[in-house]
T-cell receptor, first 111, second 113 residues
Framework: GNSVTQMEGPVTLSEEAFLTINCTYT??????LFWYVQYPGEGLQLLLK?????DKGSNKGFEATYRKETTSFHLEKGSVQVSDSAVYFC??????????FGSGTRLQVQP | DADVTQTPRNRITKTGKRIMLECSQT?????MYWYRQDPGLGLRLIYY???????NKGEISDGYSVSRQAQAKFSLSLESAIPNQTALYFC????????????FGPGTRLTVL
């Protein structure tokens, strides 16, 4: 079956620090990979995605590269802001059913 | 207006009651989904529908049922609510499969006493 493992939180950083949130996956078939973000009190929204190996997704200063050889899709940002405080979910989709999510990582950015 | 709406946004009910959560979308997508979010567990799939006549169980469908009334509407029912169904419920929609973004509603917070 499909599964996604991401680092547990909370991750607490100071403003302008470098962020990495690790994500690895197992999948039957060839998945697309996603990062979704959930701000307090809101639903999930797409942050970025990559649909084939070696693709890099990017948005709002966040980046992640689809690494098929290591089955990973780590999220990075060079300089976090307080407004980035949220819960981040790594997910995959093989197209057969729906998204398979990781357990989520809460990020807290302190001024 | 939001592309995906859910009603109600919050609901408190008692054990044994029947509850319906409703979802509507204006994106014109065929695919719709119901997920449940619990702390530390991410989102888990309850049911999904690839078109009006196609409804499928997800990984945690026991105790739930769904109805796809139209392309734009997908309702989730708890026939006899129990306390461990207390959770945040999300509806989502997408155009098709592997590469497409899923668009989520704002969620319904359900508490079963």
């Amino acid at each position: 079956g499909n599964s996604v493992t991401q680092m547990e939180g909370p991750v607490t950083l100071s403003e302008e620090a470098f962020l990495t949130i690790n994500c690895t996956y197992t999948a039957t078939g060839y998945p697309s990979l996603f990062w979704y973000v959930q701000y307090p009190g809101e639903g999930l929204q797409l942050l970025l995605k990559a649909t084939k190996a070696d693709d890099k997704g990017s948005n709002k200063g966040f980046e992640a590269t689809y690494r098929k050889e290591t089955t990973s899709f780590h999220l990075e940002k060079g300089s976090v802001q307080v407004s980035d405080s949220a819960v981040y979910f790594c997910a995959l989709n093989t197209g057969r059913r729906a998204l398979t999510f990781g357990s989520g990582t809460r990020l807290q950015v302190q001024p | 207006d939001a592309d995906v709406t859910q009603t109600p946004r919050n609901r408190i009910t008692k054990t044994g009651k029947r509850i319906m959560l409703e979802c509507s979308q204006t994106k014109g997508h065929d695919r719709m989904y119901w997920y449940r979010q619990d702390p530390g567990l991410g989102l888990r799939l309850i049911y999904y529908s690839f078109d009006v006549k196609d409804i499928n169980k997800g990984e945690i469908s026991d105790g739930y049922s769904v109805s796809r009334q139209a392309q734009a509407k997908f309702s989730l029912s708890l026939e006899s609510a129990i306390p461990n169904q207390t959770a945040l419920y999300f509806c989502a929609t997408s155009e098709n499969g592997r590469t497409d973004t899923q668009y989520f509603g704002p969620g319904t917070r359900l508490t079963v006493l």
